[in-house]
Each structure stands twice: as structure tokens, then as C-alpha cells.
T-cell receptor, first 112, second 112 residues
Framework: SQQGEEDPQALSIQEGENATMNCSYKTSINNLQWYRQNSGRGLVHLILIRSNEREKHSGRLRVTLDTSKKSSSLLITASRAADTASYFCATEGNFGNEKLTFGTGTRLTIIP | DAMVIQNPRYQVTQFGKPVTLSCSQTLNHNVMYWYQQKSSQAPKLLFHYYDKDFNNEADTPDNFQSRRPNTSFCFLDIRSPGLGDAAMYLC???????????FGPGTRLTVT
């Protein structure tokens, strides 16, 4: 069964506003990662947060992880038109088998 | 620049005609992955190699096979493509024990 579910499925905001997307998962994890995918392209790794971490920052990105609720959120501050893309969370289980399970994704549109 | 390269970017094949997609990497990573991604869906792992060790996902159809002749190259063979196999195929790599995955740009497969 699919590990991650993302919410919302689609999000449209004005340029300059903040965008928040959420990810829920079902089983214990080693880490959770966020990826961006521009239309028709491959995925680009954004940030990784480990199961013993609660918050992580990278530039305009802020990721939180709540293992008790099995959920994570990705905040993009001061959005830009170039942030328009699909965003996927992906979890690595704690089996040490090198695999990621991807969530359903959030389609983010930034309106100039 | 170190990268993951996929060829071709677009592939059209006929129903039932075997097709091979290729992936190469200059990152010298131990692990290589093949994902299938259908429109507006999450990437779905088909199989991965840890060095020469092949790991097939339980629900990957027998129609899909893979070869990894050396560290740098990995191939996806679809023996008898059906219309349902039309999708984006993504190759990714990661370091042994590392968690971040590096994706190629993908190959868009069309089956006529």
C-alpha cells in the first residue's frame, strides 16, 4: 500500500505568499524526504529530515516532522513563480533496504 | 558535472514490440533504481540494484526486466509493451547507505 498521502492535492497562491503542504505516512521511518518535480522532468531532492529530528531549514524551505502523528509539513516562504512544480514526500523505512516510498504529491502553482 | 543521464528522452514503441531504456551515471553510486510514473501519480519503484544485487518489487510485472552491466549503466527492458505501460520512466541513484536519491530527467514512453 502507498506509504504517503499528501494534502492538499493542489494549491494555488500569489507570488510572495507562503505555501504549506502536508504529508502523512503509515509505518515507522528512518527518514522523510521532500522532492520537487517540474512538469515532465525528473525529481530534485530538496531536504531530508531524520526520524529523531523535529525541524529542519534550507534556504526558504522549512520542514517539520511529527513521528507521533506520522506526519510532516513543508513550508516554502516568499514563494516565487519558479516554485511552481509538484512536490512529493518520500519515506525511507527503517529496514535498511535503500528504498523510498513516495506520497501522492501536491501540485503547487504560484500566480505572478 | 556529475549527473544521471537517461536516453532517449522520448521513446515511441508499438504494442508488443520490445523496447530498452537506458540510464547512465557519473556519480559512482552503488545503488540504481527504476521507477514508473504515470500522469499525476507518484513514482512507483519497479526494482533496484545494490551494486550487482538485483531487487525486484513484488508487484513489478514479469514484462519488465533490468540489466546492470557495470556501475555506470543500467537498462530497463520491456519485453512486450502494452498500452498500460505508457508512462514516464525515471532512473535514480544513491550512495550505498546514503538516503538522498539523484534522478535523471526521465524517458517518456508512448505505446501505439
Amino acid at each position: 500500500s502507498q506509504q504517503g498521502e499528501e494534502d492538499p492535492q493542489a494549491l494555488s497562491i500569489q507570488e510572495g505568499e507562503n505555501a504549506t503542504m502536508n504529508c502523512s505516512y503509515k509505518t515507522s521511518i528512518n527518514n522523510l524526504q521532500w522532492y520537487r518535480q517540474n512538469s515532465g522532468r525528473g525529481l530534485v531532492h530538496l531536504i531530508l529530515i531524520r526520524s529523531n529530528e523535529r525541524e529542519k531549514h534550507s534556504g526558504r524551505l522549512r520542514v517539520t516532522l511529527d513521528t507521533s502523528k506520522k506526519s510532516s509539513s513543508l513550508l516554502i516562504t516568499a514563494s516565487r513563480a519558479a516554485d511552481t512544480a509538484s512536490y512529493f514526500c518520500a519515506t525511507e523505512g527503517n529496514f535498511g533496504n535503500e528504498k523510498l516510498t513516495f506520497g501522492t504529491g501536491t501540485r503547487l502553482t504560484i500566480i505572478p | 558535472d556529475a549527473m544521471v543521464i537517461q536516453n532517449p528522452r522520448y521513446q515511441v514503441t508499438q504494442f508488443g514490440k520490445p523496447v530498452t531504456l537506458s540510464c547512465s551515471q557519473t556519480l559512482n553510486h552503488n545503488v540504481m533504481y527504476w521507477y514508473q510514473q504515470k500522469s499525476s501519480q507518484a513514482p512507483k519503484l519497479l526494482f533496484h540494484y545494490y551494486d550487482k544485487d538485483f531487487n525486484n518489487e513484488a508487484d513489478t510485472p514479469d514484462n519488465f526486466q533490468s540489466r546492470r552491466p557495470n556501475t555506470s549503466f543500467c537498462f530497463l527492458d520491456i519485453r512486450s509493451p502494452g498500452l498500460g505501460d505508457a508512462a514516464m520512466y525515471l532512473c535514480a541513484t544513491s550512495r550505498a547507505g546514503g538516503e538522498e536519491q539523484y534522478f535523471g530527467p526521465g524517458t517518456r514512453l508512448t505505446v501505439t
